[in-house]
């Protein structure tokens, strides 16, 4: 997903009302509704035209996997120095948005 002039709080609030939502949509199966979460990595960038986009992948990949480490079901930003929400860094440049 590409949310263009969306600034970094508003991506990462986009980013968790769609994991919230697909979690509050069980799956029906034949055994019965299935909850599903989501794990969401969201690249921040206002030079996003200006990267390449092997660079905007595995960055995007890397909060993908911040997340999956946090415990599975959330979303984690990354976009450099970039420090808002808690402002607790997990690497260089990789926020958390609890």
Known sequence: MVLN???APNAFLRAEAIRVAM???PVHTA???LSVTMSLGVLYTPEF???PVEDILREVDVALYAAKGAGRNCSKITGGELLFMTGRTI???LEDGK
């Open 91 to 93: 690497r260089p440049g």
């Open 31 to 33: 055994e019965g509704p």
């Open 5 to 7: 002039n969306c600034d």
């Open 23 to 25: 979690a509050s949509l």
């Open 49 to 51: 035209g200006c990267i």
